[in-house]
């Protein structure tokens, strides 16, 4: 479903943890890395299509997440010719989205990349709110750099209990042994904020992935 310009309408899906972190999936047998995001079919509405390609890319439902903001208007990328199928060049030009952001307010085990038997992603983490324009492909910064700062304002503040909990960190008795901290992650061993959901794999830099 193409719009007179040759726009596919089409949703964008920020996805925020309780650190104001990013949903950031890798597509599946890729190293392309991106946010969730699909069509638009004929009769739903942008907010039908988000819940539908929630559930489709990440396994999550509505009672999942707390819908924060959309942007106001569409937000168009052209697709470069390489990457337009053959017969459909000529008269398809790119994507026209309408972004939400989400608050996750189930915990990173409710993710599921295998909810379906057509999965988009197959490895997931999460990214400072900003990476993602450093690292997504190039025809597709401009939409993220427009839907990152108009729904930048709305990010819920974070919870002044981590700023004391750094301050007791400091005043630890300088007596006591240091704590010791490997540089290596060790996948069975993973702290319980990076828990990986069913059909997971960690990546800890998308960025330098062979």
Known sequence: MLDRDGFRPNV????LNQKNQVFWGKRIRTHSWQFPQGGIDRGETPEQAMYRELHEEVGLRPEHVAIVARTRDWLRYEVPDRYIRRDAR??????????????????????????????????????????????VVEFKRGVY?????????????????????????????????????STQMDPMHLPLHMELPPGASFDPDPQHSA
């Not at 981590?162 to 300088?174: A, E, H, I, K």
């Open 12 to 15: 964008g899906i920020i996805l």
């Open 90 to 135: 000529g008269h398809y030009r790119g994507q026209k989205q309408i972004w939400f952001l989400l608050r996750l307010m189930g915990g990173d085990w409710n993710l599921n990349l295998r909810a379906t038997n057509h999965p988009e992603f197959d490895a997931w983490r999460w990214n400072d709110y900003w990476v993602p324009l450093d690292v």
């Open 145 to 181: 750099e427009m839907a990152l700062t108009e729904l930048a304002r709305f990010l819920p503040r974070q919870d002044n209990r981590n700023r004391y909990l750094r301050t007791g960190m400091r005043q630890r008795d300088p007596s006591a042994p240091a704590p010791i901290r």
